[in-house]
Nanobody, 124 residues
Framework: QVQLVESGGGLVQAGDSLRLSCAAS????????MGWFRQAPGKERESVAA????????YYSDSVKGRFTISRDNAKNTVYLQMNSLKPEDTAVYYC?????????????????WGQGTQVTVSS
């Protein structure tokens, strides 16, 4: 069982940066692939980024590639999402997710554990 708690969201202006954190419980965090998803009002939850637990490979959606960076610190049981050059269209609730899966990390169906979400609002 893994419990996830996101933090770091807030209200920023276009062009600003934010770093989201997701703290995980449990002693086997290093064996969990981690993903960041987001959901804007009236829209489906979409993948933002993911990191494979086995080889550390990362995945990014086209909409954030080059602006966002996912990383993890296994010693701190934490995964991060560094978000630069934020745009108003990045406004959403951001969720982190975890699973032992190594494949299909861009799909929310691949994750069994979810955090409660943190709001990111980017004003123009």
């Amino acid at each position: 069982q893994v419990q996830l708690v996101e933090s770091g969201g807030g209200l920023v202006q276009a062009g600003d940066s934010l770093r989201l954190s997701c703290a995980a419980s449990g002693r086997t965090f290093r064996r969990y692939s981690m993903g960041w998803f987001r959901q804007a009002p009236g829209k489906e939850r979409e993948s933002v980024a993911a990191i494979n637990w086995n080889d550390g490979n990362t995945y990014y959606s086209d909409s954030v590639k080059g602006r966002f960076t996912i990383s993890r610190d296994n010693a701190k049981n934490t995964v991060y999402l560094q978000m630069n050059s934020l745009k108003p269209e990045d406004t959403a609730v951001y969720y982190c997710a975890a699973d032992r899966n190594m494949y299909g990390l861009g799909s929310p169906m691949s994750y069994n554990y979810w955090g409660q979400g943190t709001q990111v609002t980017v004003s123009s």
